[in-house]
Structure formats: C-alpha cells, structure tokens
C-alpha cells in the first residue's frame, strides 16, 4: 500500500490508543506499528476495539503477521472486511 493513502481520522483515533510511540501528527500508512508501540497484547485489544468501532468481524484468516505489520496494512484489512459486508 502506497504511504500516499490517506487512513481515516476514525481509524487513526482507534488505532492510537494502542500505538504508544504514536506522535500527535497523522498517521501514515508506512509506519510499522511494532515500531510505534504495538505488542501482542495490544493487538488483541486493538482487534477487539476496531471490531467494535467498525460493527465487523475479521475472518480469522486476515489475523497475520502481514495484516498487523503497517498502519496501512491494518487499514486495508479493516476496509476489506468493511465492503465485503455491504
């Protein structure tokens, strides 16, 4: 995913509260967020916040290394599972 892509600001807010090493500044789709705080407790919680955040259920197949590697990796599960509810 191109750092170009724009992630939402509600995405950004949700994704935060576990990105300890997060700056104040938008988050960009490059970042890794091991770098930025993530660690294996806080994806639990971070799924569990962005499943209720965004009314969605990830399949159990999207819950890899790769999906929780970048912000923009996140976001693009998060969008996919998103659109394929509509």
Known sequence: MPASVVIPRRFQ??????????GAGELDASQELAALGLDSMGV????????????LEFP????????FSTVGSLWRMV???QHGDE
């Open 44 to 55: 639990v919680q971070l799924l569990a916040a962005l499943e209720e955040g965004y009314g």
């Open 60 to 67: 159990d197949d999207a819950l890899d290394q790769e999906t």
């Open 13 to 22: 807010d949700i994704v935060r509260a576990y990105l300890p090493y997060a």
């Open 79 to 81: 969008s996919e599972v």
